[in-house]
């Protein structure tokens, strides 16, 4: 069916009065890589950990210029690594259990993949900040008593081999597509990560599975 003279119009004249609209509405514009974007993030529990919290990012051109995560109910006394996830053929969310491939009841962090993707920035609280440093325990903030409030400002995007350039990363988390998993839980509540209830890491035999596991998630959506 084709559409009469006045139908054109009519969608003509409404497109156009949307546009000074979406002009104004600059937290639903996705070309405007310049402006600086907020994005909140609820971080919910994965595999039982008991653990929560928030996080906030402002992200303009292809730098974080801060993020504040504050989280709670996690292992004391213990480092949590925690990042910023994105793949391109991620699904751009928290995983569940139903990626738990080899059914062992844990949902260990290559599992979570097809959910938030791969590691694009590590936000550890001094030096390097890239995808080189995620298990570099040392500089990731730890839970005195469960709980930690972590700032940093100033994180360049960078380009990551396989997922993208920095701008494009950059663009793909201001569009929401962005994921922040903190890591680490102790399984059989010893105090500690060890290796006795879950064994070693997939991603670093050296060291317990509990402290690579994801321990809370959230994606980081426009406001
Ligand atoms: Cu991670």
Known sequence: MALGGS????????TLAALPAQAHDDKNDG??????VTLT??????NGSGAS????AVVGNKMIKRIEVHANGLTPDAPHAQHIHFGQQALHECPTLALDSNNDGRLNTVEGIPAYGPVVVSLNT????TPASLLA???????DDGSYDYKRKNIKFTDVAGI?????????VREGKGVVVIHGLDYNHNGTYDFDSAGASELNPDLPAEATDPAACGVLERK
């Open 164 to 172: 993208g350039k920095a701008k494009d990363i950059a663009q793909a």
């Open 41 to 46: 993030a609820t971080l919910t529990q994965l």
């Open 7 to 14: 139908a054109v119009a009519l969608l003509a004249a409404t």
């Open 137 to 143: 325990v040392a500089r990731f903030p730890v839970a």
């Open 53 to 56: 919290g928030t996080a906030k």
């Open 126 to 129: 001094t030096g390097d900040t």
């Open 31 to 36: 070309r405007d890589n310049d402006k600086n």
